[in-house]
């Protein structure tokens, strides 16, 4: 029987809490306790619950780059034909989701002797793209299915976005057909959402390239965000906005306050939004909300950086009324190459005196 769905005793679970996932199922699918550890909490993962809750199959997923994503463990509680297949309905559901997010390209690594799940694989869309010859060499691997022949090659699959049957209905706005009230609300933030922020921050690290941190690299934890989040809450010139929705923070922006005389009328300005929220409207309503606040307080200049390839947010700036102040040539290394930092400023006055130069 082929599995291109789960049964109606199962469903596929997005799961928010890894360490929950049996270690044994994960170590089918990467038999290295030390990398699964590596990417464990970096991962998002999908699964097939029974009925019972036993987890049957389970997909883990890494961010790579602002439109790439790589499938880092894959594993199925019973490698049988018939199980594999389980694999299908969940390789997709796990595609949907990352094109909503704006993912082009999904890759996945596996033994060339897997052939139950390279065909599961494929079946859900995937091609082969490369092999690496005698990748596994160095690794004590069984013989593949009683043929005496060691198979040790590792093919690289992908799946590409124009490739999907299911583009047209997934590649529409995430939120854009739900009413209004159940869109992201925008609010200060509170001592209350300093694990939801981080926890959004570092998914931004590694959803884009368009944040200054790398993939893991941020540090902070959750009493250091806590402890910004209060300063930040103490400080008469500096704001912190988040955007929730479904009871998750979606967005954010940080302004935080010249701490002397000399620049305490002056605001530098950090802001954030999931790929699912983006193109929607969110990033100007921040901002609006952020004018708002500053009017209120005296705040009369707001600074901020954006790469220069980052033309989309670049453009947001300038309808907002920033104005390029100067280039930063090479101030960044992204993916082995020099990228150049845009500076911009806003005279907050000329907003209230309606002399915004677009």
Same mark, same amino acid.
């Given at each position: 029987?082929?599995?291109?769905?789960?049964?109606?005793?199962?469903?596929?679970?997005?799961?928010?809490?890894?360490?929950?996932?049996?270690? @044994?199922?994960?170590k089918q699918g990467d038999p290295l306790d030390w990398r699964i550890e590596t990417y464990l909490h970096e991962a998002e993962w999908w699964s097939i619950r029974a009925a019972t809750e036993e987890v049957l199959a389970v997909v883990g997923c890494v961010r790579?780059? &602002?439109?790439?994503?790589?499938?880092?463990?894959?594993?199925?509680?019973?490698?049988?034909?018939?199980?594999?297949?389980?694999?299908?309905?969940? /390789?997709? $559901?796990?595609?949907?989701?990352?094109?909503?997010?704006?993912?082009?390209?999904?890759?996945?690594?596996?033994?060339?002797?897997?052939?139950?799940?390279?065909?599961?694989?494929?079946?859900?869309?995937?091609?082969?793209? &490369? =092999?690496?010859?005698?990748?596994? &060499?160095?690794?004590?691997?069984?013989?593949?299915?009683?043929?005496?022949?060691?198979?040790?090659?590792?093919?690289?699959?992908?799946?590409?976005?124009?490739?999907?049957?299911?583009?047209?209905?997934?590649?529409?706005?995430?939120?854009?057909?739900?009413? @209004? @009230?159940?869109?992201?609300?925008?609010?200060?933030?509170?001592?209350?959402?300093?694990?939801?922020?981080?926890?959004?921050?570092?998914? /931004?690290?590694?959803?884009?390239?368009?944040?200054?941190?790398?993939?893991?690299?941020?540090?902070?934890?959750?009493?250091?965000?806590?402890?910004?989040?209060?300063?930040?809450?103490?400080?008469?010139?500096?704001?912190?906005?988040?955007?929730?929705?479904?009871?998750?923070?979606?967005?954010?922006?940080? =302004?935080?306050?010249?701490?002397?005389?000399?620049n305490q009328h002056t605001i530098y300005i950090v802001v954030g939004i999931l790929e699912i929220c983006t193109g929607q409207g969110l990033g100007r309503r921040l901002f609006q909300e952020m004018f708002e606040w500053a009017a209120r307080r005296q705040v009369?200049? &707001?600074?901020?950086?954006?790469?220069?390839?980052?033309?989309?947010?670049?453009?947001?700036?300038?309808?907002?009324?920033?104005? /390029?102040?100067?280039?930063?040539?090479?101030?960044?290394?992204? @993916?082995?190459?020099?990228?150049?930092?845009? $500076?911009?400023?806003?005279?907050?006055?000329?907003?209230? $005196?309606?002399?915004?130069?677009?």
């Open positions: 029987m082929e599995r291109d769905r789960i049964s109606k005793t199962e469903r596929i679970v997005r799961e928010s809490e890894p360490n929950a996932l049996p270690i @044994e199922l994960l790579t780059g &602002a439109e790439e994503a790589e499938i880092v463990n894959i594993a199925v509680k019973e490698r049988t034909g018939e199980e594999l297949e389980r694999l299908i309905p969940l /390789l997709q $559901q796990m595609d949907v989701e990352w094109t909503q997010r704006g993912v082009r390209r999904l890759t996945a690594y596996i033994g060339a002797w897997e052939t139950g799940l390279l065909y599961a694989c494929q079946r859900a869309g995937f091609r082969i793209v &490369a =092999a690496e010859p005698d990748y596994y &060499a160095d690794f004590q691997l069984a013989t593949a299915e009683g043929s005496g022949l060691r198979r040790l090659d590792r093919l690289m699959l992908e799946l590409l976005a124009q490739g999907r049957n299911s583009s047209e209905a997934v590649l529409h706005s995430v939120f854009g057909d739900r009413p @209004e @009230e159940q869109r992201p609300t925008i609010r200060r933030a509170e001592l209350r959402d300093s694990r939801s922020l981080l926890s959004m921050k570092k998914r /931004l690290d590694r959803e884009t390239t368009s944040m200054l941190y790398e993939p893991g690299e941020r540090r902070l934890t959750d009493g250091d965000q806590l402890e910004q989040i209060r300063s930040l809450l103490r400080s008469s010139n500096s704001l912190m906005l988040v955007a929730e929705m479904d009871g998750e923070v979606v967005g954010y922006l940080e =302004a935080t306050g010249g701490k002397v005389r000399r009369l200049r &707001a600074e901020l950086t954006v790469q220069a390839s980052n033309q989309r947010a670049y453009r947001l700036y300038r309808s907002l009324g920033f104005r /390029l102040e100067g280039v930063m040539r090479g101030a960044l290394m992204i @993916e082995g190459e020099p990228v150049d930092l845009y $500076q911009m400023g806003c005279d907050l006055r000329s907003l209230k $005196q309606g002399r915004v130069d677009k």
